[in-house]
């Protein structure tokens, strides 16, 4: 007798799907033996690594028979010395996604909800059901996430609020005034957790800064990452920033060396580099410039974005422009999971990249529609 080993699953775990990730240029190579291939579909830094952070990696190969630095030591005084805060506050993270993670591990179970918005980042309704907990999915706002609506959606058993600001996929954000209406009006004993990933290219001056709203709101974590701005998506690190109380909490369930010994020598050496910093955000304004005239040029309809990518809606249909794109080397990211099927997301390139993508779509929207 064959087992079914899906009934056995946790009940939250036999509803999920598997992260669907950007496809990788090598796979594309394999399927159609293209060799010129422009990935635009993980929100990746288009610079490639800063040269000090290479530099650190081959310094620290030699050691790598050795476990990590479990505690982090080095990497969190360089970041409590970066930001303003205490070592003590610090979680690190195989990527950020592992504390949104240990996020629900440590808070959620079956019988507590979790509550985020409609079109919210994917790793969100992962983390929540896999604990068993249930999702609280509030109306999307012109596509943005609607504070109020969220914070109005608490029930006595919601323990966690995920926001993402800016959003991934659709690049929207939040202001200081409603995020910190949200905080005001939310019970002391929900989790906040604002999702920071891109909060480096992000100008606007009524953007918040989490960390500044640490001090008056000790529910509230700040999630942040070296994958996007920091260019080492590769290398998978990211942190959080909340009470000490907390941190203590989610170090109690982190796997022991979760973030590895190059990531760590890694992560403080980009740091390190302004200037990389600098040209990342610099790259990514005109990138959005770039993307957003041309799109417009061809009459196609985006959601404004302050992240490193934008959400196009297709006169055509989505999956179909995307494979037209694939045939041509341009990969970007479609969203239909997130209950967008009429969009891609394309990440910022370098301009020549961009117009790989621009220059690619009328060809492949006139192929798609004439079916
Ligand atoms: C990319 C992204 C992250 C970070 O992912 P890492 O695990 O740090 O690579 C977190 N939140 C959002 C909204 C993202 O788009």
Redesign the pocket.
Known sequence: MSCDYITLANSGVQGLHPYQPGKPIEELQRELGLSDIVKLAS?ENPLGPSSRVIDACREHAAQLHRYPDSSGFELKNALSARLQVRPEQITL?C????V?DLVARVFLEEGKSAVYSEHA?V?YPIAVHASGARSIVTPAREWGHDLAAMADAVKGDTRVIYI?NP??PTGTWSTRAEVEALLQRVPESVIVVL?E??TEYVDDPDYPDGLALLPRYPNLIV?R????AYGL?GL???YSVSSPQIADLLNRVRAPFNVNSLALAAAAAALEDGDYLARSREINRSGLQQLAAGLSSLGLEYIPSVANFMAVKMPADAQRVYSGLLQRGVIVRPVGIYNMPDHLRVSVGLEAENRRFLDALPAVLDEVNRG
Do not use: Q
Not at 95 to 98: E, K, L, Q, V
């Open positions: 929100n993270g990527g950020s996604n592992d949104l980042f790793v993402a959003n991934n999702d990933a891109y999630t990452t070296f994958s996007k998506a998978r690190v990211g």
